[in-house]
């Protein structure tokens, strides 16, 4: 059976997932708003690769819709808002049909929340294996991560691994997606913004983007302290840091780390994968940084080195 789909946002992840789903031969909707709706009503949902020169722009034929009506049933509804706005969608989400809402968001406070408003059972959890950037015209470039650096991942709220994560898998995968199953989906959702959340405040205190920063040994070395504390913290907290490749985060020496760092923000990887989010999205990226300390804060652990990479207040050495 041909299964229907709700994209449940129409950015740059909303988009790529979409897209590719439907080229697959999902029969997918696209929910958008504004502009963004105004571009795919006009133009169709353009996709084109990033760091290949020889790829071509594919339009591609989805269904645009500008609302989520209650008695609109979906076999999945992916929701690919960012993580500022989810509060806001959960009334709609919850007053819908559909059976099943896979929230591919930043989140650091757990999923009792979303199940107590959408319904026991309606929640899975998944985090993309994507990035890139849409233009002024509405086109999307965009690149997918393989799967040792961080396939699109996903799992219960109660860890069990269930049919219907067989089957996204299952469909991520006949996509093009390179996709991983995960038993604990709270600890590896904050042990990546023990990640990315140093990685953007980085970008923001350099005041330039990944290139310059790939310049900036002050800011480099504040970043490395800051990356030690929050993985130290996720650590020590119980939480536990995951997926185990990460463990070494809070041990690896600092010149090392700097080094590392240097050498991948000055790579067009970096601009398509940590760049081009983090200087678009400044609002989600503060609100997850802010999340984080107060994450910590209820564990008693202060992160400090983060609070000055977040203020700009670091050493001069």
Known sequence: ???????????????????????????????????????????GLLLQRAMCPQAETEAIAVRVVSELRPDDAYDYVFVTLRA???????????????????????????????????????????????????????KVFYSLTSRLIQPSTLGEPDGSLTPRIRELRRMLRKAGFPTAGCRNMDAWQKTHLA????????????GGNSRTLANNR???????????????????????ITPGKYRLMHIIP?????????????SSWAETFIDDHTRHARGEMMHLTEALIALAARHGCELKELGRLLTGRIDSK
């Open 84 to 138: 500022e706005q989810v509060e806001e969608a959960l009334p709609v989400l919850a007053a819908n049909a559909s059976g099943c809402f896979v929230f591919m968001v930043n989140h650091a406070g757990g999923y009792d929340r979303w199940e107590s408003i959408i319904g026991k059972g309606k929640v899975l959890v998944a985090f993309p294996g994507a990035g890139g950037r849409i233009d002024e015209e509405g």
């Open 218 to 240: 002050q800011v480099l070395t504040q970043l490395c302290k800051a990356l030690r504390e929050t993985f130290a913290f996720i650590h020590r907290s119980g939480i536990g």
């Open 1 to 43: 059976m041909n299964k229907r789909i709700l994209i449940f946002g129409s950015g740059v992840i909303g988009s790529v997932y979409g897209g590719l789903l439907a080229k697959a031969g999902y029969d997918i909707s696209l929910l958008a708003r504004g502009k963004r709706l105004k571009d795919l009503q006009e133009k």
């Open 195 to 206: 990640l990315v959340c140093p990685l953007a405040c980085a970008i923001y205190c350099d």
């Open 254 to 266: 600092l010149p090392l780390m700097r080094f590392v760092l240097s050498r991948i923000y000055a």
